[in-house]
């Protein structure tokens, strides 16, 4: 079982910058890939970014590559998001997902998180 918590939303202004932590519970945080996804109002939901297990490999969906950087931080069980250039479609609520492979994170995502709410300015 693995419990996350996202924090590091809240409002911007177009151009600007914010970090997204996604904090995992449970020794076995390093087994998993993780990624962002997010939610807009009236839209599906849908992928943002992934990471592999060692943080070797990742995956960004075109809308965001070029502006979004993903990480991750085993020691502390933490992902994180980095947005730059942020543009007012960015506006969605955000969620931090885990699976064992970046391909099943992308079908269905074993464990969620809550989410955390970003909202851009124009």
């Known amino acids: 079982q693995v419990q996350l918590v996202e924090s590091g939303g809240g409002l911007v202004q177009a151009g600007g910058s914010l970090r997204l932590s996604c904090a995992a519970s449970?020794?076995?945080?390093?087994?998993?890939?993780m990624g962002w996804f997010r939610q807009a109002p009236g839209k599906e939901r849908e992928f943002v970014a992934a990471?592999?297990?060692?943080?070797?490999?990742?995956d960004y969906a075109d809308s965001v590559k070029g502006r979004f950087i993903i990480s991750r931080d085993n020691a502390k069980n933490t992902v994180y998001l980095q947005m730059n250039s942020l543009k007012p479609e960015d506006t969605a609520l955000y969620y931090c997902a885990a699976d064992l492979s970046i391909a099943t994170l992308l079908k269905r995502g074993l464990y969620w998180g809550q989410g955390t709410q970003v909202t851009v300015s124009s």
């Open positions: 990471i592999s297990w060692r943080g070797g490999s990742t």
């Open positions: 449970g020794r076995t945080f390093s087994s998993y890939c």
